[in-house]
């Protein structure tokens, strides 16, 4: 809240903001504000979780993938993610917390993750439309969190960003190969862009009059842009490359404004976004149980490597 | 010549293939996340090695078949791999000991089939041999590390060596196929590499404080497409959306 920060020594808190202001990056060495370190913690754990919790939905097509082109695509990419999430959880040790907690938090359903990996992927066209849609949101975010103050977020940020990069244009290329194919193909491209391009303008959250987070993170150069500002600027990039595979946005208030530039959209249905938040969406339940059972499946295995480190000492080195 | 090359071509390549298949069931679902990653490196290793194989198959073979038509329209009866690859995943023990058995194996053969006559062949089994020796230290240093850990994770990996060990002697099966392609300089005689692959085992099968079962009988039937009741079922699962959509580019 607030008020933790006027307690912070003001001297040192003014130091902080200076050196922000000057956009130098803070270290884990550096002294910071209580509020920024929690802030981060949120927000990258937040990050790790979506990474590892993301796997799921993209992983339920690796064994359907239908070439051996996509089937290596789609590994390599779920693979990226999982690394992604490793990247970050260690960056976020760097915040003073430990992986194995912020996991806890994951498995106890107090911690949160994008929202948008509890939509299910029903047909192959799911996995175009997450590759060109939520990795390009997730781009435009990154982007900016690449500039971000914490200098281990931003780094990991920059390697991230190259890697969902090539996700997203991995994922526009299958939708671009399934709008022009045959027409069932092209029914299942424009299928998952209708189920998706909704939950797509959910995941830079809510609308700035509605974001509580948002003053101090601007701030403190955690965020450098509002939700709505990079939701707008996702808008523009996205309904160019539709338009270019003759596909439809559904959004029949999409229209162009000539002034700003930009495409307008319609109303984003808020009860959705907070029902899917609070946890009832249509695969909050299966995305937290499979990542517990993977979790306690893999109990036996982490006691076993544990166990064998501790007969072995030092000579061991275990995972 | 050509069509045997391409039989032993469907082995190599339906090996990798059907394992590979098997460990991308893993894919987020692994005991840490470090494991997800290794597993999945393994899994693209051998799915591409299994790519760069039936591509080879497909133009040995000249009938108009691409590297895809081959892993996704034969039914379980035309495949050619051995059945340890095709057996479901198991527990994360099962996956390890098969693995090492596997590419301990594999390493091997490939390193036999560097100096294979045909030079497609011997470039593919170049890069492979890096690979495998990656796959064979992890899945044994595992492998060490689930035998001499709890005593549960030392139970499971000895059943999993259990149910596994019978399934290991198809590898070193041979038919006329392969002894003409052997002589010929086309393919790697399993015979050559069986004590060395039997000694690599036996030495990480002590450190792990593990032992081999006796067997009665090894289990065979893959290279002549007579497998177990589970390659039809990940079969109908991979190769669902070419079924459904014939002739459809993806």
Known sequence: ?319 | MSNRFFEYLLRLGDDRLVLGHRLSEWCGHGPILEEDIAMANIALDLIGQANLLLLKAASVENAGRDADALAYLRDAREYRNALIAELPRGDFAFTIARQFLFSAWALRQWEALASCRDADLAGIAARAVKESRYHVRHSAEWLVRLGDGTEESHARAQDALDELWRYTGELFLTDAIERELAHEGLAADPSAFRSAWQKDVDDVVARATLRLPAVEHWQQGGRTGLHTEHLGRMLAEMQVLPRTYPGARW
């Open chain 1, 1 to 319: 809240m607030p008020q933790n920060a006027t307690t912070d020594d003001p001297r040192r808190l003014a130091e902080f903001e200076a050196r922000i202001a000057r956009c130098k990056t803070i270290e884990p060495k550096d002294w910071m504000p209580e509020r920024y370190r929690k802030q981060l913690i949120r927000m990258m754990s937040q990050h790790a979780h979506s990474e590892v919790v993301g796997m799921l939905p993209e992983g339920n097509w690796i064994t359907r993938a239908p070439s051996l082109r996509r089937k290596m695509g789609l590994l390599a990419k779920v693979q990226d993610e999982a690394g992604h999430g490793l990247y970050i959880y260690c960056s976020t040790e760097t915040l003073g917390v430990d992986r194995n907690d912020l996991i806890q938090q994951l498995l106890a359903g107090t911690a949160k993750y994008s929202s948008i990996f509890n939509y299910p992927t029903l047909t192959w066209a799911d996995i175009g439309a997450i590759g060109w849609l939520v990795d390009g949101a997730a781009i435009v975010n990154q982007t900016m969190l690449a500039k971000a103050s914490y200098g281990p977020y931003a780094r990991a940020m920059v390697r991230i960003c190259k890697e969902e990069n090539f996700h997203k244009r991995q994922g526009f290329e299958i939708m671009t190969t399934l709008a022009g194919g045959t027409r069932e193909q092209h029914a299942m491209a424009q299928d998952a862009l209708d189920r998706w391009w909704w939950p797509s303008l959910m995941m830079f959250g809510p609308r700035d009059k509605d974001s509580p987070n948002s003053d101090d993170l601007l701030r403190w150069k955690v965020k450098q842009k509002t939700n709505d500002e990079l939701r707008q600027r996702f808008v523009n990039i996205t309904v160019a490359q539709a338009m270019a595979i003759d596909l439809t946005i559904p959004d029949p208030a999409l229209k162009y404004n000539e002034r700003t530039k930009d495409w307008e959209y319609g109303e984003i249905d808020w009860e959705e976004f907070w029902r899917v938040v609070r946890g009832n969406g249509p695969c909050n339940r299966e995305r937290l149980a499979a990542r517990r059972r993977a979790h306690d499946d893999g109990a036996w295995v982490r006691a076993a490597a544990e166990a064998y480190a501790a007969k072995h000492e030092p000579a061991a080195s275990v995972a």
